[in-house]
């Protein structure tokens, strides 16, 4: 009984080690994403998207949608050589909610952005796949939080 016991206990502290695992290694992924588009660096910001299969692509307050990743992939190039001086603000995430399942995960959380003397507040939807052992975007939804 006490062996039974003591291998029910093992066996779920390692479940939960490797959740907690792929957990650093998602939002690693998205943090990445995030410095990269911040720093205009648009090899750097393509390399964390899944663009061998259809993405999705959203940001509410811009009404930019597309499913297609040449298009999303197109406009973020021509968007980072136009405006190329890094972003100088400060990001900040919270209240994160990730859900695996095996290649996939998907993901909401809050982020605040600080700029100037402004800061605004977005949810933050991801939806990932595991390509190669590495996690990347597949799809993304931004949406203003409250009164921005």
């Known amino acids: 009984m ?6 029910i206990l093992l066996l779920f502290a390692l479940t939960l080690y490797g959740q907690a ?9 998205i943090a990445a994403e995030t410095t990269a588009y911040m720093n205009r660096d648009y090899a750097a910001w393509a390399s964390h ?7 999705s692509f959203l940001v509410t307050n811009m009404g930019l949608r597309s499913s297609s990743w040449e298009y999303v ?3 973020m190039k021509t968007d980072m050589e136009a405006n190329s001086t890094p972003i100088p603000a400060t ?4 209240d994160f909610d ?3 399942s095996g290649n996939q995960a998907f993901v909401v959380y809050v982020q605040t952005m600080k700029f100037d003397d402004r800061e605004s507040k977005t949810y933050e939807v991801r939806n ?16 203003a939080y409250g009164e921005n």
């Not at 998207?49 to 993405?55: F, L, M, V």
């Open 73 to 75: 992939s197109d406009n």
């Open 128 to 143: 990932l796949r595991k390509v190669k052992g590495q996690w990347k975007l597949a799809a993304m939804i931004s949406s």
């Open 91 to 94: 990001l900040e995430t919270s």
């Open 49 to 55: 998207w899944d663009g061998s299969e259809e993405i």
């Open 2 to 7: 006490k062996i039974s016991f003591t291998l």
């Open 21 to 29: 695992r792929e957990e650093a290694a998602i939002k690693k992924a």
């Open 98 to 100: 990730i859900s695996v």
